[in-house]
């Protein structure tokens, strides 16, 4: 049977809008920037905990790392690097071998970009972060003119449909 792991895998790799991380506890420093930059893609993104991003080697989570993502823990947690407020779903997924994995399925801003709220181990108060559209899939600082216009350009059509 195909799982939602096996399939997101078959021929994967990491885009704009998916992320993978290692085998790791909870920690929302330590993945902060990926989040908020997740949060200002036209349409949020998905991060996947347990395959490695370099090799892509499906490692799973053990029981006691899985223990720690503890959704309602880890949206307080965001809030606190986050205006607005970041909105994602957790669920824990199962490949084929029974290797477990956690999926951050992260919404899109509605009407504001986010920015970051507070320092962090990676992330600066006052920062907007993003995906890199020129360099290979990774978060970053807003830097450029161009990537800050087309954040605004999708800010401004969210306005106008709410309106």
Do not use: H
């Amino acid at each position: 049977m195909t799982t939602f792991i096996d399939q997101l895998m078959d021929g994967a790799e990491e885009t704009p809008t998916l992320e993978f991380k290692g085998a790791m506890v909870w920690n929302a420093g330590s993945i902060a920037k990926d989040i908020l930059a997740m949060a200002n893609e036209q349409d949020g993104g998905r991060i996947v905990f347990g395959i490695e991003d370099q090799t892509l080697q499906r490692t799973g989570l053990t029981e006691q790392q899985l223990s720690t993502y503890i959704p309602d823990e880890m949206k307080d947690q965001m809030a606190r690097y986050a205006d607005p407020y970041v909105r994602f779903s957790v669920s824990v997924q199962s490949d084929a071998e029974g290797k477990k994995y956690v999926v951050l399925d992260v919404s899109s801003f509605d009407e504001f970009p986010v920015i970051c709220c507070r320092d962090g181990p990676d992330v600066q108060r006052g920062t907007i972060y993003s995906r890199s559209k020129t360099e290979r899939p990774r978060s970053v600082r807003v830097s450029n003119s161009s990537d800050m216009r087309d954040l605004i350009e999708i800010a401004v059509a969210r306005r106008m449909q709410r309106l």
